[in-house]
């Protein structure tokens, strides 16, 4: 200003010149602001500030500052014929803000909020809980933003249940376009909706999308991705890392979570935490993600011989039907890595390769501690609605032969993009609800009520058809009590084995409809009495799933084991249900009894008869046990094959274990063997006409059919080829996968077929039944478990051999004399094997994914043929 007074009060200058100065030093000014706040916005290290921020705390009736955010009241947004609420139960394990409060509606709904044009984060905020006057169970609503389907007939009370959580949060990204973001609740009819809290928060214009050609990798498709796209959020984590709060994310309060449950192998991954300084570029500027996401990763073994032979894999459900993006994050900060092509792997997803020579060096320009990012769009298909699985892998590339055999990831991002039709949601989950979602018929005729006659002719009927009902049940029981009778007397079954409890003092979650008619349901205080508040001395057993418990029910009469799955466990929701009606459906000797359940306040609990003896796993290697005689062992090896017998030909319809291991062979005080855990069990083919059935690949590392991985087709002959697993487990004392071990003894599979080969079958007995083993027997035991592991399933015994052939051996050990060492001659199955002295089920090659693997066009639900041959056989851990 005191230039300008200067000039303008300058008496040698004309009156124009003067107005002309001034405009010039005025636009000056302008230009100087203008770029000043340009550079400021585009420096690449500045955080973002976001233009519209909202918090909304539905149905509250006062604003408060809660986890680094002012939640408000939504009185000025919500629709006039919406209901203020507040749960009648709080879970401790929920946050107060937003969950306290809801807002309800029962009809269609509108929040319609005024906001700078751009894409913006849209969060919903869901706390299944009871509301005064309305079943959480009867909630189904859809959710409409700006024309996009973000819900439809959505469940809360199903998905969390699914989930084991308590709460949800939705995350959505919306392209606001003419300044107004509206968002829709439509109630299902006959039912309502609610929402406890909504959050709008902008972005970058192009943090998802970019504007540039051809910036995103479609792999085997070409599509568009720009901002007229809608996402909603998968997944959003930080690799090997800790939880990342949404107040420590980079100004968008984007939640990161810890990858660890995802992860298909954990032992054989390692993770780091460094703490260099990260330098954020144009490219990757620092609202890309937060540094902490660049300062942790996970890598792979510390012995490049090992990464050879495995993948860094992780796995990811999703919906059918729809396109994803996949951000893949990367920071290279080892000091050993100093330049481009030192550590190259290729990057597969979902059986199709999306960067064959990954080298981050080169990516970042030969610059460490320089973040970079890559997306790629993959679509998930198949005939099927529900879930499938994703799959992320990395492994080494050693083509262009780096000094370093390794992979590694920092964050990841998943998200799913709307359909043609605008749509972004999908199916609930499989519940226990066996009732489906209200519908209305229409016809208000059918709420009449019935005429006097109509009455009197359904009583009458009622009363025949209870008096020929209670015949009918009069003769069954006296049938089952004779046989029951029997049975005792001959050392069989005893009424527990033949019938589950249906008694019971408990009372079940609301809304469940579990099968309590069929075995018995606790409540969660029985449970937590039966187990001293799940006292840790009791833990008989840990896995991934959860922890097993000895406990007593029953005022302390009867002893159980009572298995407490984790909430958001692998073992999950579905396989939970599973589980129950499978094994109160089935009784044998060699099956493992259920006793009950529980399923209170989400709660996932299984009790079963106590196996003392503990697992066929805990006296075989890594045990203070003693080791077990070679007759028993046999024994128990038939008393599982006898199990499995039944459940592929003895019950009603065909039943395919999928998950035979040796931890999963119980043995109760007199050594008698069961099997359990039916929860990836699944029902076989129910026609002539096929004798297989298509499926995701599910089961337990080293154990899994290779050619139902290869053709994702499960049949009962998967058991078969798990089975000869256990055999060889049996019969030498040695987990599936060693890693210590040579790299011609990593693989128990691969070493035992290379002595049946080379006729060294003494090599493969356990050194403490040296000795005890008869040659025939020997012979015998080997020719079955190497026929149980023919690579054709068709040319595999079915379970009824299985179990010949084991007493035939058990029988050939009884009246045997010689000792044997195994003779020095090659085995009867070696052509049907066909494998050569070159064949290796663990390929060190990566060559071999890329030749044999990726050659097809279609989506998978897994890695197939070549690819598992890298991954399949792995190290067992104790999370599926």
């Known amino acids: 200003m005191i230039l300008c007074n200067e000039v303008a009060s300058n008496n040698f200058l004309p009156q124009s010149s003067i107005m ?57 947004f919500s629709p006039k014929s919406s209901l203020p609420s507040t749960a009648t139960e709080q879970s401790p394990s929920v946050p107060l803000i937003p969950f306290t409060t809801a807002r309800i509606f029962h009809s269609v709904s509108t929040y319609s909020f005024s906001l700078s044009p751009g894409p913006k984060f849209l969060r919903l905020y869901f706390y299944s809980a009871t509301y005064p006057g309305h079943d959480k169970t009867n909630s189904y609503f859809s959710v409409m933003a700006n024309g996009f389907t973000l819900l439809n007939n959505f469940s809360a009370f199903l998905t969390v249940s699914a989930l084991g959580s308590a709460k949800l949060v939705n995350e959505y990204i919306v392209n606001v376009q003419t300044n107004q973001l509206n968002v829709t609740f439509i109630p299902s009819p006959n039912s309502y909706a609610f929402i406890n809290g909504i959050e709008v928060v902008s972005m970058p214009d192009y943090l998802y999308t970019d504007r540039r050609e051809n910036a995103v990798t479609f792999i085997d498709f070409n599509a568009i991705l720009d901002n007229s796209t809608a996402l909603e959020t998968i997944y959003r984590l930080n690799v090997g890392g800790k939880e990342v709060s949404g107040t420590e994310d980079t100004g968008m309060f984007r939640e990161w979570n810890q990858d660890e449950k995802y992860v298909f192998d954990v032992a054989g991954t390692t993770p780091f935490n460094t703490r260099f300084k990260i330098q954020y570029t144009a490219e990757t500027p620092a609202y890309t993600a937060p540094e902490i996401v660049y300062t942790t990763f996970r890598k792979m073994d510390r012995n490049p011989k090992v990464n050879l032979k495995y993948n860094l894999t992780w796995v990811f459900p999703v919906d059918v039907g729809f396109l994803y993006l996949v951000r893949l994050h990367f920071c290279e900060i080892e000091p050993e890595v100093t330049e481009s092509y030192q550590l190259v792997f290729t990057i597969y997803i979902n059986n199709q390769t999306a960067e064959s020579q990954a080298d981050v060096m080169h990516w970042s320009n030969g610059r460490r501690n320089i973040p970079v990012y890559k997306d790629y769009v993959v679509r998930v298909q198949n005939e099927r609605k529900g879930k499938q699985d994703l799959w992320l892998v990395l492994h080494p590339n050693m083509r262009s ?21 605008g749509v972004l949601a999908g199916p609930n989950p499989d519940s226990l609800q066996m009732t489906p979602p209200p519908i209305s018929t229409g016809n208000r005729a059918s709420t009449k009520p019935k005429s006097n006659w109509a009455l009197i002719i359904a009583i009458i009927g009622g009363a025949v058809s209870g008096v020929a009902l209670l015949a009918i049940l009069g003769f069954l029981t006296m049938r089952l009590t004779k046989r029951a009778t029997a049975l005792g007397s001959a050392g069989g079954y005893s009424w527990r084995s033949l019938l589950c409890a249906t008694t019971t003092k408990s009372t079940k979650t609301e809304g469940s409809s579990l099968p309590s008619d069929l075995c018995r349901c606790f409540s969660f205080s029985e449970i937590k009495a039966a187990t ?22 029953d005022d302390g009469t009867t002893r159980v084991a009572i298995k407490r799955l984790k909430s958001g466990s692998e073992q999950g929701f579905h396989e939970f249900v599973t589980e129950i009606r499978t094994l109160s459906q089935l ?76 931890t999963n062979i119980l043995l109760d005080e007199k050594w008698v063997a069961k099997v359990s855990d039916f929860g990836l069990s699944k029902t076989g083919p129910t026609s002539v006409s096929s004798t297989q059935i298509s499926t995701e690949v599910k089961g337990s590392f080293g154990y899994l059919d290779p050619e139902y991985i290869r053709l994702q087709k499960l049949t009962e002959k998967s058991d078969v080829y798990s089975f000869g697993v256990v055999l060889c487990e049996v019969l030498s004392a040695r987990p599936p996968f060693f890693r210590a071990a040579e790299k011609n003894k990593v693989s128990l599979v691969d070493w035992v077929r290379e002595c049946y080969n080379g006729g060294m079958l003494d090599q493969i007995v356990d050194p403490f039944l040296k000795g005890e083993i008869t040659s025939e027997c020997l012979k015998k035991f080997v020719d079955l478990a190497v026929s149980c592991l023919l690579n054709d399933g068709s040319e595999r015994p079915s379970m009824n051999d299985v179990v010949g052939s084991l007493e035939f051996a058990l029988q050939l050990q009884d009246s045997g004399n010689d000792i044997g060492r195994g003779g020095d001659t090659k085995g009867p199955l070696v052509q049907k094997l066909g494998i050569s002295d070159s064949d290796e089920m663990l390929t060190s090659s990566s060559e071999v994914l890329e030749t044999t693997v990726f050659s097809t066009k279609e989506s998978s639900t897994c890695l197939m043929s070549g690819v598992l041959l890298v991954f399949f056989e792995l190290m067992d851990g104790n999370a599926r």
């Open 532 to 553: 001293n508040n799940f006292d840790d001395i009791l833990i008989i057993g840990v896995g991934g799933f959860g922890n097993v418990y000895k406990g007593y029910v």
């Open 20 to 76: 002309h100065t001034l405009v010039l030093i005025y636009l000056s000014l302008f230009l100087f602001l203008s770029c000043n706040a340009v550079s400021t916005t585009e420096n690449p290290q500045a955080p973002y500030i976001p233009t519209d921020q909202l918090f909304l705390d539905c149905g509250s009736s006062s604003s408060q500052t809660f986890d680094g955010r002012f939640w408000k009241e939504d009185s000025q």
């Open 587 to 662: 009784r044998h000797l060699h099956l493992v009894s259920l006793i009950g359940y529980c399923n209170d306040d989400h709660e996932m609990i299984l009790v079963y008869d106590y196996m003392p003896r503990g697992t066929l796993g805990d006296h075989l290697y890594n045990t203070d046990n003693p080791p077990l005689p070679l007759k028993q062992r046999l024994e128990i090896c038939i008393g599982a094959a006898r199990g499995l017998q039944y459940l592929h030909t003895g019950a009603k319809h065909m039943i395919i274990h999928r998950d035979v291991k040796t």
């Open 401 to 421: 032969q780096p000094q370093y055999a390794d992979a590694f990831l920092n964050g990841l991002e998943i998200f799913k993009l709307n359909n043609s039709n």
